[in-house]
């Protein structure tokens, strides 16, 4: 529902809730006399509510003669009687049905009743159709029927209704079957008076039994003569034959006036329009359009592309014929065809990746063809360990013993696999997974996480930005990459980062395939980045500030998991069999409080040490803390250094120190300010840190660093590589931890 503020104004507004609104907006008290309402009504002084449910070409404006309607959202009618609500409530009760019930009930200004009915989903409309679709949705609707006094301003497609008081939420929708049914008779009236229906011979046979029992002798087929049996006068000589091309009777009697008696003749529009309806219904409950090809429901219930050239062939197998008959400007066939390109138009043909039916509505208000084949895994009847014994094993040793990794996981996992079956899009976060070689990160993200939730594809050269083509990875639920990927440049790496913070945040994304208009779908998956610890590895590891870090659960595998597996058809068929019992228990499975979040990704963030370490060293933090550590060293050996004093200066005091520095000239300033702010926010947060702050003068910022040694990455490194495995008689080396961001 849109509404404008005045008759003055084209500009319109969404209405999400027509009862507050009217407790909200008021008449003035002066105005209380029609007169004066409507001069007030059209006036620039008025900021009230004009309601109404049809959009135009241009949504954001009234529609009008150059701004056409094209879509409706419901149907308002108001009665020229007293607005008895009780009274109309009850008539609603006793002659409206379900799915064809009114959503609002209310007041106009003068106190007369209004009904607002509601559809369940908005549909799309030609304008030369509006005025015979609104009549067609008033018989639906028994508008007439609910109270005296209709008012048929409706069929005005730029009608618009001021607000008016005692509005109630009746909280019924119409079924989305009642306006498609009203546009297809609104577009039936349309036809040319020499319409012909072609019906199979079988059920005109039966009709004319039914009909006319016993007046026809032997076969009702093409060409077959028999008397004028819809005429009863009892004269059963042969008066005509049926036509070879099964659409009427040819009469050669001079008992019937016309030469042709078509099946409209002699049965009457009623049967003609009801067949046809039946007909077409099926039709237009599985085919659509989105302007360039056709789609049609297939035997999966997915929509399968049909091209132009071939639709009017299946048609025709349908019992649509391509022959025109006399008078008519198309044939069936045609016409059917044009009905789904003008009810059944979709905006794009996408896989709507866990979406519910064939049609979606996306994120910016477009219609969407779901033509996803992606479903999740069905869950076992009993999710008991014992009947997955090798998975269950497996995945405990597979994580850091006495740490939260597991519990982490598992409740994510539980998340996304409970919304994955369930149809609908949840977030959650980026999950990264590092871990040495051979213990099976890729089995658990392709195949065990894929399996479970829709399927997986290497989304590597995407989020890194080698490409921005994706229409392989809209329809499955898990955007993997493995450490075969590695981020070359500062660029990829920052791409990787914007991306994944976007997707993460936004459950939607935009398919682009190669050659078609990028669209915003629903996505509902996840991103996993599954990596060895070798730095290559985990140069893709994003850069994790206040802004992505809630968007991210890193955890880190166990150094002493297991990496001798079974063949590959083997742990294939492990996983078959048990993989079921493993989705039940993630359904039935309840995560621990502590590792719970808000509703937004159901579970907190958390980013294991090592993981986070390599984070700080793949982000630009990192660089321009070690160039403020050597500032530092060369502040405290200055000689007006006061110890405990920090250093205090303006940030191209700063950068004018590193002016003869090649490292420093290559930093632009904009760099220098944004990390020196992500290195004040993280030394607030973490005491460990070189502490760094900004005070606001009038004459600008000022930065305050304290230059004490013991902040020092450098010292902090050298007494971590002492103690790391990297002394000689150590075990495998790993990277050395630091105080991170």
């Not at 407790?23 to 209380?32: E, Q």
């Not at 006793?94 to 009743?113: A, H, V, W």
């Not at 590193?658 to 990390?675: H, I, L, Q």
């Not at 004040?680 to 230059?707: C, D, F, H, M």
Request: with cysteine.
């Amino acid at each position: 529902m849109k509404y404008l503020i005045n008759h003055k104004t084209t500009a319109v507004s969404d209405v999400k809730d027509p009862v507050a609104l009217s407790k909200k907006l008021s008449v003035p008290p002066d105005i209380n006399t029609k007169g004066k309402f409507h001069k007030w009504c059209g006036s620039d002084k008025a900021d009230y509510a004009f309601i109404t449910h049809n959009i135009g070409s241009a949504p954001g404006k009234r529609v009008s003669a150059e701004n056409p309607v094209v879509e409706v959202t419901g149907f308002i009618v108001d009665y020229d009687q007293p607005g008895d609500l009780e009274k109309a409530k009850k008539q609603i009760n006793r002659i409206c049905p379900s799915g064809k019930r009114p959503r609002y009930i209310g007041k106009t200004f003068s106190d007369c009743l209004r009904i607002v009915w509601e559809f369940s989903e908005p549909i799309r409309i030609a304008p030369e159709y509006y005025r015979e679709f609104a009549e067609e949705m008033a018989k639906s609707l028994a508008a007439a029927k609910v109270a005296k006094g209709i008012d048929r301003c409706y069929e005005n497609p730029s009608q618009v209704y001021a607000l008016g008081h005692d509005w109630e939420d009746l909280g019924e929708v119409v079924s989305p079957d009642v306006p498609v049914g009203a546009l297809t008779r609104a577009f039936d009236k349309q036809k040319s008076p020499g319409d012909i229906v072609e019906i199979p011979l079988d059920v005109i046979a039966k009709e004319v039994e039914k009909r006319f029992p016993n007046r026809w002798v032997g076969e009702f087929a093409p060409g077959a003569r028999g008397p004028l049996f819809w005429i009863d006068d009892k004269v059963d000589r042969v008066g005509c034959r049926v036509d070879v091309d099964g659409r009427g009777m040819v009469v050669f009697s001079t008992r019937e006036a016309k030469g042709f008696m078509s099946w409209r003749d002699i049965f009457g529009a009623k049967f003609v329009e009801e067949y046809s309806v039946k007909k077409t219904t099926p039709i237009m409950e599985t085919w659509y359009h989105d302007g360039g090809c056709y789609f049609r429901q297939g035997m999966d219930l997915i929509p399968e592309s049909v091209s132009e050239r071939n639709a009017p062939v299946d048609m025709e197998m349908l019992g649509f014929s391509r022959e025109k008959a006399k008078d008519e400007k198309l044939s069936e066939c045609e016409k059917i065809l044009h009905k789904i390109r003008l009810v059944n138009r979709v905006d794009a043909a996408v896989p709507v990746l866990y979406g519910s039916g064939m049609r979606v509505i996306g994120p910016a208000g477009n219609r969407l063809l779901n033509t996803c084949r992606t479903r999740a895994m069905d869950p076992a009847a009993d999710g008991d360990p014992k009947h997955w014994p090798w998975t269950y094993e497996w995945l405990h040793q597979l994580f850091e013993p006495n740490s939260d990794n597991i519990d982490y996981f598992m409740a994510w996992l539980s998340r996304f696999y409970k919304a994955t079956h369930a149809r609908e899009i949840k977030q959650g976060q980026a999950l990264i997974l590092v871990g040495g070689t051979g213990i099976g990160k890729t089995l658990l993200t392709n195949k065990v996480m894929g399996d479970l939730c829709g399927g997986y594809e290497d989304a590597g050269k995407f989020l890194l930005g080698k490409t921005d083509f994706n229409a392989n990875l809209a329809g499955v639920g898990v955007w993997s990459i493995q450490d075969t990927e590695s981020a070359a440049s500062y660029r990829e790496h920052q791409i990787l980062t914007k991306r994944l913070k976007r997707y993460v945040a936004n459950p939607h994304i935009e398919y682009e395939p190669k050659f078609v208009e990028r669209v915003s779908v629903p996505w509902g998956g996840r991103i996993i980045l599954s990596l060895n610890e070798d730095p290559n590895s985990l140069s893709v590891v994003p850069s994790l500030d206040s802004s992505n870090r809630d968007k991210v659960l890193a955890v880190r595998m166990n150094a002493k998991a297991r990496t001798d597996f079974p063949e590959h058809e083997v742990v294939a068929g492990i996983l078959k069999k048990e993989l079921p019992h493993f989705a039940k228990f993630l359904v039935d499975y309840q995560p621990k409080s502590a590792v719970m979040g808000d509703n937004r990704f159901g579970v907190k963030a958390f980013v294991d040490e090592f993981v986070e370490s390599a984070a700080f060293d793949n982000s630009p933090r990192s660089y321009l803390a070690g160039m403020i550590d050597k500032f530092c060293i060369r502040q405290r050996n200055d000689e007006d250094y006061v110890p405990g004093k920090p250093w205090m200066g303006r940030l191209d005091d700063l950068i004018e120190h590193f002016s003869f520095d090649a490292a420093g000239r290559g930093v632009k300033p904009e760099m220098w300010r944004r990390s020196l702010s992500a290195l004040a926010e993280a030394s607030k947060a973490n005491p460990q840190l070189r502490p760094i702050r900004v005070e606001n003068t009038p004459n600008g910022p000022y930065w305050l660093i304290n230059v004490d040694e013991k902040y020092d990455i450098i010292q902090k490194k050298a007494a971590e590589v002492a103690a790391s495995a990297f002394m000689p008689g150590s075990p495998t080396a790993a990277p050395a931890k630091r105080a991170v961001l």
